[in-house]
């Protein structure tokens, strides 16, 4: 087992927390996408750190391919102007 400073523990997860942070804050659609996905990556370093690197590859699926591609269809398909099954009924 490999011993990693406790102060690289602390500063991941202050940058972590502070990203999180930033992810709520943001208002604009894509830039919070592109936020988001540079808190997942944060997220790959912070379980690197505490040495789960499967969790770490899960994390890097999700959160860079997978999320912005969920969040980028349902975009355009609601901008694209497609009325849901309730709204095709009214």
């Known amino acids: ?4 400073p406790e ?4 500063v ?9 942070t930033a992810v709520v804050l943001t208002r604009n659609t894509l830039r919070q996408i592109l ?3 540079v808190y997942g990556l944060m997220l790959v370093i912070l379980f690197v ?6 969790v ?6 999700v959160t860079t391919i997978a999320y912005p591609l969920i969040v980028l269809a349902a975009i355009a398909r609601t901008r694209s102007g497609k009325l849901t099954d309730e ?4």
Do not use: F
């Open 1 to 4: 087992m490999v011993h990693v």
């Open 49 to 54: 750190v505490l040495q789960a690197p499967d």
């Open 7 to 10: 102060a690289l523990h602390a």
């Open 87 to 90: 709204q095709e009924q009214e």
């Open 35 to 37: 936020v988001n996905g």
């Open 12 to 20: 991941v997860l202050v940058s972590a927390a502070l990203l999180a």
């Open 56 to 61: 770490a590859l899960s994390m890097l699926v």
